[in-house]
């Protein structure tokens, strides 16, 4: 069946940003943070008009959007990313969980993780306007070997889900617009931009849950094993999985890392490789014009029949009724 937004609703929880631990509060300056949120507003406006989807920047790893039209849930395998919304509201799925993220608020993705992302609030006239920014984990293990780093109020080992919400503050916000306004400035790009990322990731690592960020990186936390796990298994997404190597590989029991994978990423190893496995079809049958049988064959499958199943079951369609589908819309999943 199809992603149905209320059935996913009635199953789950919403995890919306006020349930999510945060970093103690802090005196803000409303008036500065509003007009902060109006100038990434006018920029997005200003950079983005006549755009429809993504457009890229001139600064390496920073995705721009906006959308006019709504569309239904996407799915997509996110890497690790930090986004924004200046005008509108998203929602992300990860198995039952429901995170809802909007212009007072940020998102990140600290691995590589199935969702589905569907733009709740979107007309011609206030399109949805945001970005998005890869985050690079070898930028992140240079930040917290640093020795001036603090230490994290919310440091631990334990693994927690690969996503979370956080509210926006005035000094992650101002890293943002500066960041941003690099685009119109593409000279000023390959010096300052790497100096605004790594603020960028010093205000997420210091903010709320920024200890799961470093967690994903501190070698033999269980996130930092899981995060090789999820490695090991998308480079072998169209081979026999077999569990007990991955284990060994991580250095984690077979019975340990199910329990810690799956809490990370809300699904089996299995499971998985098998949205992986999907996922990659997809792309084949909807940009690379493949067969049915050839995008099975490729990704690992031996019966098209069941590839067919599994297809229609994942993405709520038989694989030509959902290229006919998806050819009618397009949207960016966070």
Same mark, same amino acid.
């Given at each position: ?42 920029? =997005? ?67 590589? =993780?199935?969702?589905? /992302? ?10 949805? =306007? /945001? ?9 992140? /293990? ?67 849950? /920024? ?124």
């Amino acid at each position: 069946m199809d992603l149905d937004l209320h059935s996913v609703q009635d199953s789950g929880p919403l995890l919306l940003p006020e349930a999510v631990e945060r970093a103690p509060a802090r005196q803000q300056d409303d008036s500065r943070f509003q007009a902060m949120q109006q100038e990434l507003l006018q920029l =997005l406006e200003r950079t983005t008009a006549g755009v429809e989807g993504m457009l890229a920047t001139a600064i390496p790893n920073l995705e721009i959007y906006r959308i006019t039209c709504p569309s239904g849930p996407k799915h997509a395998v996110q890497k690790p990313v930090f986004a924004v919304i200046a005008q509108g509201s998203k929602r992300i799925f990860v198995g039952d969980e429901i995170y809802e993220y909007d212009p007072m608020h940020y998102l990140v993705a600290s691995v590589d =993780l199935p969702v589905v /992302g569907k733009v709740m609030v979107t007309s011609p006239d206030e399109p949805y =306007l /945001g970005l998005r920014l890869e985050l690079d984990t070898q930028e992140i /293990g240079e930040l917290i070997g640093d020795e001036n780093l603090p230490a994290s109020a919310n440091f631990g080992e334990g693994a927690a889900r690969g996503l979370y919400v956080n509210r926006l503050d005035v000094d992650l916000l101002d890293a943002v617009l500066r960041l941003l306004r690099l685009h119109e400035t593409p000279r000023d790009v390959p010096i300052m931009a790497p100096m605004i990322r790594r603020e960028i990731l010093y205000r997420l690592l210091m903010n709320g849950q /920024g200890a799961l960020l470093r967690q994903t990186v501190l070698q033999d936390s269980q996130m930092n094993r899981v995060a090789k796990a999820i490695r090991l298994i998308k480079e072998g997404y169209d081979q026999a999985l077999r569990i007990e190597d991955v284990a060994r590989d991580v250095h984690m029991s077979v019975s340990s890392l199910h329990h810690h994978f799956k809490l990370v990423t809300a699904m089996s190893p299995l499971q998985y490789q098998k949205n992986l496995r999907l996922q990659e079809a997809r792309k084949l049958i909807l940009t690379a014009d493949a067969s049915v049988a050839t995008a099975a064959h490729r990704v690992g499958y031996e019966s098209s029949s069941q590839f067919s199943r599994e297809y229609s079951r994942l993405f709520g369609a038989p694989p030509l009724r959902d290229k006919r589908r998806w050819q009618e819309e397009e949207a960016p999943v966070l």
